[in-house]
DNA sequence: ACCTGAACACCGTTCAAGT
DNA sequence: ACCTGAACACCGTTCAAGT
């Protein structure tokens, strides 16, 4: 908090979105307001208005944020399993997802909002990181591991796995004990992702 | 709309949480507001706090009933299904939750809806919902057309792809054009559903 | 029991004005 | 450029009062 009266001097947008997420990872969306995340910032709510069109553009733009950050992630974790075949490096995707998701609710409580619309939306980050999936199953296709499928609708259900898990999970739908919350879903995407393999 | 002054005269109650459902199936949760389901209802915006704590609890009242039609189609769905092994089953089963989430967006919206808190909340619908899957997995390992693990593992897994499947298109985060919905996301669940099987 | 008048402390958003 | 004073039309929720 600072002196009212005086200029925020800096970044500002960026102020606003890491308290967005500072709160997002303990609350829902819909329970946080524009006013609270400027009044924790200590500057007037139209400041915000300078650098996000509206409430839902300052959330939709911490998620995208999100999305770089996953996607980030699972690279890095890709990269250590550069030897592997597809069925490690798959298992290896999953659980850098999951452990973005409990490491960083609030950004993933972010990404995973509905859409309020579906209009049409330029490519963004989250299509970036489905497409890192994509790129894996096309691997573990070309060498044999996986039945030579639809590419799209085989990365699109592996996807949809990890996001029901995360997300029932985010969403306080499901309880998993946190110590265990990364060997268990791991267990349970091991499984989905054996349904793909060449038999 | 009824002319002001006249009492509701009738269930209040089922006409709120009617008239909550109708906006759902084109609004997110968070967009519709307890002046406005009572406003479209004729009734003083006061008058829902003799039927419901909060607009919260309107909500998963809504959420609730919603669990308790999903339950019910899933098991007439399974009825005609009676002499069929697990796997037919659970296809069956799957097809029905996603049909439900399809023609029922308005519930099915209230039913995904994330818990602002993990309150230590009593047995409800949905926990009803997700026993019926966890009886037809149990049957498929009594049958040996699964391999013997945990079975709330198993159904969990099941679950959860269901439930990331239908609440991203729900959530327009991706998009499947509806007349092919139930087919794609059949085969989808088909691939997830071979990982449990018994080789 | 069921409903509302009046009121409170909040929202998101806009416009015109300050430095 | 970046920020705010004043204002508007909304919210959710409570309390005391009407039939």
Redesign the pocket.
């Known amino acids: 908090m600072k002196p009212?009266?005086?200029?925020?001097?800096g970044d500002?947008e960026r102020a606003l979105k890491t308290e967005t997420v500072r709160l997002l990872a303990t609350t829902e969306a819909d329970a946080?307001?524009?006013?609270?995340v400027a009044?924790n910032v200590g500057?007037?709510?139209?400041?915000a208005?300078?650098?996000f069109?509206?409430?839902?553009t300052l959330i939709a733009d911490v998620a995208e944020d999100g999305y770089c950050a996953l996607s980030a992630q699972l690279e890095a974790g890709l990269a250590k399993h550069a030897e592997e075949g597809a069925v490690h490096r798959l298992l290896q995707f999953a659980r850098a997802y999951v452990q973005f998701s409990l490491k960083e609710p609030g950004y993933y409580r972010a990404m995973i909002r509905p859409r309020l619309v579906d209009k049409d939306r330029p490519a963004d980050a989250g299509d970036a990181a489905l497409a890192i999936l994509e790129r894996e199953v096309r691997k573990g296709i070309a060498s044999g591991e996986f039945a030579d499928d639809d590419v799209t609708e085989l990365a699109v259900g592996l996807w949809s796995h990890l996001h029901g898990l995360a997300s029932l999970i985010a969403g306080r739908r499901l309880y998993v004990k946190p110590s265990i919350a990364v060997a268990y879903t791991n267990r349970i995407f091991e499984r989905s992702l054996r349904g793909l393999q060449q038999r």
Chains 1, 2 share one sequence.
Do not use: F, K, T
């Not at 946080?32 to 609270?36: A, G, H, K, Q």
């Not at 500057?43 to 400041?47: I, L, N, P, T, Y």
């Not at 069109?53 to 839902?56: K, L, Q, T």
């Open positions: 009212s009266g005086a200029y925020h001097h500002l946080i307001s524009l006013r609270e009044r500057v007037d709510h139209r400041a208005y300078r650098h069109a509206d409430r839902e």
